[in-house]
């Protein structure tokens, strides 16, 4: 006889999830998921994220954002496993919306391979340090870009770079005074430049917004399909043509947003919460 299929409330009851992590990341994560969803949770041991892509570039990140974060997690679910999977992918650079200032672009994802089951959300956001300094010309450079980015309380990288632009990491995770002295006294004949170093273990800043898609996550599982009560319902996409406040024709900004429940199918359908679009996004009125 096959087991009864799970209720709603019991999606999570005596589940382990697995965090897929090598660089801190449980230390947010873990706690608000025992907290708020009773889910006890673990770490693979020896797990290597640098397979999928480093900040450095000594392993490039092949896959978009989200691919890599699925088969992030379904490789440590493999590696141990366990069918309940989290896990976290980070993308620096210019804001999408304020291209003139750095951005942090956090995604988080949940895999339930037992009630089939993929749920994503995203914060980004301008709360970031990250920048970097393409030449240092001496010890007094170094250490003002130091301080502008929160150093030591945040790690930074330093690197070799050669007439034709080929870099070499020096040296990761430079936490401390004396050994951001000490590695530049060591290599200061080369060409260098300094980064700010992103992996969340030597970046509290980041560590905090992954803390704020966590718990962004963790509100979309607890609301309930109203048909099915169902956890995570809030899968998003929209209906475009919203009108023109000028000219009435439909521009590429949502209508209608739909929210679906991944269970039972459900959609509830909302209106967007302006009538007519401005002008500007119009693309006959502004071209």
């Given at each position: ?8 409330d ?6 382990t ?39 450095t ?26 069918t ?11 804001h ?78 430079i ?31 980041r ?33 475009t ?47």
């Amino acid at each position: 006889m096959s087991a009864a299929a799970p209720t709603p409330d019991s999606i999570w009851a005596g589940r382990t999830a697995i965090i897929a992590t090598q660089h801190g990341k449980e230390r947010v994560i873990g706690p608000l998921l025992l907290f708020h969803l009773g889910l006890s949770w673990r770490v693979p041991p020896d797990f290597n994220t640098d397979l999928f892509g480093t900040f450095t570039g000594e392993v490039e990140r092949v896959d978009d954002p989200i691919t890599t974060l699925r088969k992030k997690i379904t490789t440590a679910l493999d590696e141990t496993g366990e069918t309940l999977g989290i896990g976290n992918e980070g993308s620096f650079g210019p804001h999408p919306e304020m291209p003139w200032i750095p951005g942090d672009q956090e995604l988080l994802m949940l895999i339930d391979k037992e009630n089939k089951l993929e749920v994503v959300e995203m914060v980004t956001t301008t709360e970031t340090n990250y920048s970097s300094l393409s030449e240092i010309t001496s010890w007094e450079v170094l250490e003002n870009f130091a301080k502008q980015v929160l150093f030591p309380s945040h790690g930074l990288i330093l690197k070799s770079v050669t007439e034709t632009g080929i870099f070499t990491v020096i040296k990761k995770g430079i936490a401390d005074w004396s050994t951001l002295r000490e590695t530049f006294d060591r290599h200061q004949n080369e060409k260098l430049m300094a980064e700010t170093d992103m992996r969340a273990n030597y970046n509290p800043t980041r560590l905090n917004v992954i803390e704020q898609v966590t718990r962004k996550l963790i509100q979309r599982l607890e609301t309930k399909c109203p048909q099915c009560g169902w956890p995570a319902f809030g899968e998003v996409s929209w209906i475009t043509g919203l009108p023109c406040e000028n000219c009435n024709r439909p521009t590429r900004l949502g209508k209608f947003k739909l929210t679906t429940c991944q269970h039972c199918g459900f959609i509830k359908e909302d209106p967007a919460a302006s009538p007519l679009a401005s002008a500007q996004f119009c693309d006959f009125c502004n071209p």
